[in-house]
């Protein structure tokens, strides 16, 4: 989980480094080209490592059959997008984003390549050379595309800096988790993985369209700098709560993959797991909505004002996505992933039916939609965890309820001291001291109280719950 929060947050950093330098038509371009690989990477993504993970007893054959499935998929996807590359362009309406796509199209190569030892870690809870692994990567990544940027000031300084960061992990994982697999693809084998993957299959198309399919109406809609604006909106209000929950999420699922729905304390720890997990992520998106004009002023210049109000829509509706995104790692680790689809699936529903009666396409609206499927997605998850789990709706909602309570209290303080001062610089600093000082005075005395008990208790058990079952 570490490793995934520190690698995100250096690659936050180099966008708002990188921010000062390009355009934002620049990154219009570049999430063109994002958009092409990611696209490619959910609609074949068949679950066969995550397979892994749940299968106790591995063998050989079955991690060479998935290494080798993984290899040639890797190669189709890298000839595929270089032949269509040309064709991609012209439907994106940017002849500029053709060489970029060109360039982006070596990553399903090189990751088809990656040791299929890094499954083995994250099965047997090794984090410390999966931190090795992804926090090298993202070095590298991130160090390449700011020197190339200030080299050349162009967009392919970023894709460059992600192809970098992509060799570098391909060596690490030989080094960190050596595992030398045969070309071999056995029947039986890749049977037994795609029948777990099956729903994962579906999940991850249907969770990819979902998130993405609000910069697919802007980039056919609108203008590069427009989807620039957009898309650095979305990574820096959402990714970055996106990214934490997927870091809970593999750890969760290999914790819950060992155990039974039915076990005492599963659910218990799991719903406790949430409290601790909110009340620490929680601050960001609400930090993102009290100063956002100041965080895009402080961090990537007046040039990016217009997204102010993306930053903030957006920010809302990642609140909503963080209360759902445990689940994910949960539900496939009690081995119920098609609950993971049914969520996705309410979600892109909603989302379409928004564009659909949508009248004034603009980036706000666009945001809105994203708001209300989150908000709908929410709710659905809320009704199937009690349905599932046979639970009460007042301990579901007490994770969510609670803890938001408590940090929109923390954050009353700074809120009020940084709207007395009009200079910005003076402002944002009297916000971060404010925002230190109310955030560990609010922890310390909620510790001498038995609120702030719970919480701690709750920390601690869910530290003892993984430990228990490496």
Request: hydrophobic share 50%; charged share 15%.
């Amino acid at each position: 989980m570490l490793s995934r929060i520190t690698s995100r947050s250096l690659g936050l950093i180099s966008t708002m480094i990188l921010a000062r330098i390009l355009t934002p038509s620049d990154f219009g371009t570049v999430a063109i080209a994002m958009l092409v690989l990611s696209a490619s990477l959910a609609f074949t993504e068949f679950g066969l490592k995550q397979a892994v993970i749940v299968i106790k007893d591995e063998d050989h054959k079955l991690l060479s059959t998935v290494w080798t499935f993984e290899l040639l998929k890797g190669c189709i996807l890298t000839i595929t997008i270089f032949i269509l590359s040309g064709q991609l362009s012209i439907f994106f309406k940017l002849p500029d984003s053709l060489n970029l796509i060109r360039l982006v199209s070596l990553v399903p190569l090189i990751r088809g390549f990656v040791s299929i030892g890094v499954i083995s870690l994250q099965k047997k809870f090794n984090f410390k050379k999966l931190f090795i692994y992804e926090f090298s990567g993202t070095i590298v990544q991130v160090i390449s595309s700011i020197a190339l940027g200030l080299i050349f000031e162009s967009p392919s300084a970023i894709i460059l800096g992600i192809i970098f960061g992509e060799c570098t992990k391909l060596v690490l994982s030989y080094v960190v988790a050596p595992y030398y697999c045969s070309l071999l693809i056995e029947r039986s084998s890749l049977h037994e993985t795609f029948s777990f993957g099956f729903w994962l299959f579906f999940g991850s198309i249907l969770s990819y369209l979902s998130i993405e399919i609000d910069s697919y109406i802007i980039a056919r809609n609108f203008d590069s700098e427009s989807l620039g604006i957009y898309s650095l909106a979305f990574t820096f209000s959402t990714k970055p709560i996106v990214e934490i929950g997927k870091s809970i999420g593999k750890v969760l699922f290999p914790t819950f993959a060992s155990l039974n729905l039915q076990d005492s304390g599963v659910i218990n720890k799991y719903l406790k797991s949430n409290t601790v997990l909110n009340f620490l992520v929680l601050p960001i998106p609400i930090i993102f909505i009290l100063f956002s004009k100041d965080l895009v002023v402080l961090f990537f210049g007046k040039d990016w004002l217009s997204m102010v109000n993306l930053i903030r829509l957006l920010s809302i509706a990642s609140i909503f996505r963080l209360f759902t995104l445990p689940s994910g790692g949960f539900f496939k680790g009690m081995k119920k992933p098609h609950i993971v689809t049914t969520l996705s699936l309410i979600r892109i529903s909603v989302t379409c039916a928004g564009f659909m009666f949508m009248n004034n396409y603009t980036l706000e609206n666009i945001a809105k939609i994203v708001l209300i499927a989150n908000l709908s997605m929410y709710v659905s998850y809320i009704l199937i965890l009690c349905h599932v789990l046979g639970v009460r709706l007042s301990l579901v909602l007490r994770p969510a309820l609670e803890t938001l309570g408590i940090v929109c209290l923390i954050f009353l303080v700074p809120f009020t001291l940084g709207s007395l001062f009009s200079n910005v610089w003076l402002r944002g600093g009297i916000i971060i001291i404010s925002v230190v000082f109310s955030y560990g005075g609010c922890f310390y005395l909620l510790s001498k109280s038995s609120r702030l008990s719970y919480l701690t208790s709750v920390f601690l058990q869910t530290l003892k719950f993984r430990n228990a079952n490496e």
